[in-house]
Structures are given as C-alpha cells and as structure tokens.
C-alpha cells in the first residue's frame, strides 16, 4: 500500500516537473470553473506569483500549438477531447445515411462540440453560441434545442426516452423547469423536426465497432461553416471570445 501511494506520488512529482518545465517561469491561475468542478469555491492562489515569476498569458506551451489562423478542423485536431469526436463523427453518418440535407448533416457533426470541446453542462445552449456565426439559423436552432428534445419521446419518428440516460441519471431523473418549458416551446417551432432530427441520430451514434473519419465531412463544413478568414477567435463575432478561450485556457485575464 505504502509503495503504491509513493508511486502516485512519484507520478504527480514527475508530471509537476514536466509541467514546470514547459512552463518556465510562468505560473498558471485557473478559473473558478476548474475548482468547482472539484467541489471548491475557489480560484486557487488568484494572482500570486513568487519571486522571477509571471502568470500565463498566451499560448500555452502545454497544449498543442494552434495555426496562426485556426480552422474548425485545427480545434478538432488541436484542442476538442479525440474520443468523445467518433460520437459525432457516427451522428454525422448516420444522419447522411438517413438521408439529411449536407446541413443537418453538419448540425448532427457539431450537436455536441460544446461536450467534446468545451464544457458539459448546458452542452446545447454552448455548442450553439459557439457555431452561431458561421452555420444557417436553422442548424444552430437544433444543436440549442436538442438540450431538451433528448429527454422527451416522439412516437411519430421512433424516438424513445434514451435507456442509457435511465442508466446514467436514475429512473427517477426529471429534466428541470427550463428544459421541460424550452420543449415545449421548441414543439410549436417550424424547426422543431430539425432539432428532433439530431436526437434520433443521436441516439444510435455510439457504435465502438465503427470508426469515421472526419475527411469525409470536408466538403460539407467547407460547404455550410463560414470559416472567418482572419481564423477562429480572430474574427469579431458574438462567439469570437470562446474560441480563444478554448485555444488558451489559462490566460490570467
Ligand atoms: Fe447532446
Ligand atoms: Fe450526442
């Protein structure tokens, strides 16, 4: 027991070290967000740094360098978690399978950026906030309102309550008061089918069996993303700050 505990430890000691390296003298202050995410109100040592040293501000050399310009592809490659991408990779196919337009093909390949790539909880409202500048209304509409879709069933398509969500939130798990109204408001919506669309191809999206590539989705981004020239986070829209945000996640400020 006393060796495995000085095995960790050895281990934390060595990535530290690792870590220090490539940091040099620049000391990293993390957010809120990653405290809470441990259970602590806190934001660590805030502003403080010790004698020679700086806080982190730009890149950050322990995560993937990023082209100048980034590209939605370069975030897929440089930044977004690779497992949790076959996920959409197989929507994406599936719904191209099913028939969907190039559109809510694209709308099935980002439904759930914001959980492969950027935060979990509320996945929906963020994915859509990220990509509302560069897809049509349309498709940013569904990535917002699958949120709520997914927990409630529509026998017209064949979509049930997922019996994963039975296995992962409880039997007895009820969606809160805001999901519960943006369904019901989303079902009076002339788009309701397109955000509908993504849950049923959503649901069947987790084949370990099957790997896509996401090559064969080039055509369509480049088709039905409006990739800003001046790079994601260069350009100044509404969502510019979380791109780069996402390409440097610790700056102090
Ligand atoms: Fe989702
Ligand atoms: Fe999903």
């Known amino acids: 027991m006393a060796t495995r505990t000085g095995t960790v430890e050895e281990q934390a000691?060595?990535?530290e070290h690792r870590q220090m390296e490539a940091l040099g003298n620049r000391v990293v202050g993390k957010s809120l967000l990653y405290f809470l995410a441990d259970g602590e109100q806190s934001i660590g040592d805030g502003f403080?740094?010790?004698?020679g040293q700086r806080l982190l501000m730009g890149e950050d050399p322990r995560l993937p360098q990023m082209p100048e310009k980034p590209t939605l592809l370069d975030f897929f490659k440089y930044r977004f978690a690779p497992g949790p991408q076959q996920h959409l990779l197989q929507s994406a196919n599936l719904a191209r399978r099913n028939g969907l337009s190039e559109k809510m093909v694209l709308a099935c390949l980002l439904h759930d950026i914001s959980v492969t790539g950027f935060i979990r909880s509320d996945h929906g409202y963020w994915g859509a906030q990220l990509v509302e500048p560069y897809v049509d209304e349309?498709?940013?509409?569904?990535?917002?309102?699958?949120?709520?879709l997914r927990f409630f069933a529509d026998e017209s398509v064949g979509y049930e309550y997922p019996e994963t969500y039975r296995r992962m939130f409880g039997a007895d798990y009820r969606p809160e008061p805001y999901?519960?109204?943006a369904y019901e408001r989303a079902r009076k919506h002339k788009w309701y089918m397109s955000a509908r669309m993504i849950c049923v191809n959503d649901l069947y999206a987790f084949d370990p069996d099957v790997t896509v590539g996401m090559a064969e989705f080039e055509d369509i981004i480049g088709r039905h993303f409006r990739q800003p020239k001046e790079g994601l986070g260069n350009d100044n829209t509404p969502a510019s700050h979380m791109w780069r945000t996402l390409r440097r996640p610790c700056n102090a400020l």
């Open 13 to 15: 000691d060595e990535f």
């Open 179 to 181: 999901i519960v109204e």
């Open 138 to 148: 349309e498709v940013s509409w569904a990535i917002r309102h699958h949120q709520a």
């Open 48 to 51: 403080k740094v010790g004698p």
